[in-house]
């Protein structure tokens, strides 16, 4: 919904801002958390998150690494900044880490309450697209005029053994979905792309047609220009 891409679009800003000089009302949320600790706040409201995968580095099952990274975040109506977070794709679960007593606890935090995040420059969505699609948490890509160009992240998994050792391979897959006047399609080709948009087909196939080597090559960058240079043109 366009409400909860602000905030998210919001969260994104003040982690950008952070790195040059903070608002006050961050300021003082993040003075507020490190006197209540970590461990104090509304983020422990979840269970213990226990990775039971035996991967290789490069093939496990989260978003850029396995190790932390600080992003910003709304849960359960609260805004959070400067926290641990991992993202576990295969299980679309946000992890909420936090140390203590030289341990590093992590947390599965309840989908349900997360409204939004931020990690890694990128901002993320709690989204139903229906019930006979897919839900979960989704990146906006793309906004503009009403329209949101998502990228729904997804990792597959594959079992192998290396002298009889067992270890799981994770490969992402992702897939594409446009929210227009309120409701979300997806769109995994040309045709579905100008069913949506069939003012602009000419121009769609002209884009497929000079930018092949672009889709097979990095369907990320095509699918941006895509939005950005036809669609929203």
Do not use: W
Request: overall charge neutral; glycine content about 4%.
């Amino acid at each position: 919904m366009i409400k909860t891409i602000v905030a998210c679009i919001f969260l994104f800003t003040l982690n950008t801002f952070s790195q040059s000089a903070q608002s006050s009302e961050v300021d003082a949320l993040l003075v507020f958390d490190a006197v209540l600790g970590s461990k104090n706040t509304g983020l422990i409201n979840g269970v213990e998150y226990i990775n039971t995968y035996n991967t290789k580095e490069g093939f496990d099952q989260y978003y850029k690494t396995s190790k932390f990274l600080t992003g910003n975040l709304v849960y359960d109506n609260q805004h959070y900044f400067d926290v641990n977070l991992l993202y576990d794709i295969y299980s679309d679960d946000l992890i909420y880490g936090f140390y203590e007593n030289d341990l590093v606890l992590y947390i599965k935090l309840v989908r349900d309450k997360v409204s939004c995040f931020t990690i890694d420059n990128k901002s993320f969505e709690k989204l139903t697209i229906s019930k006979n699609e897919e839900a979960g948490y989704f990146e906006i890509v793309n906004h503009d005029n009403g329209v949101v160009l998502y990228k729904k992240h997804h990792k597959n998994i594959s079992k192998r053994i290396d002298l009889k050792q067992v270890y799981y391979e994770f490969i992402e897959k992702s897939s594409y979905f446009i929210e227009k006047d309120g409701s979300y399609f997806k769109v995994d080709n040309k045709s579905s792309i100008t069913k949506l948009f069939p003012d602009k087909k000419k121009l769609i196939n002209s884009y497929y047609s000079k930018n092949r080597f672009l889709l097979k090559n990095n369907l990320d960058q095509f699918m941006v220009k895509l939005f950005r240079d036809v669609i929203l043109s």
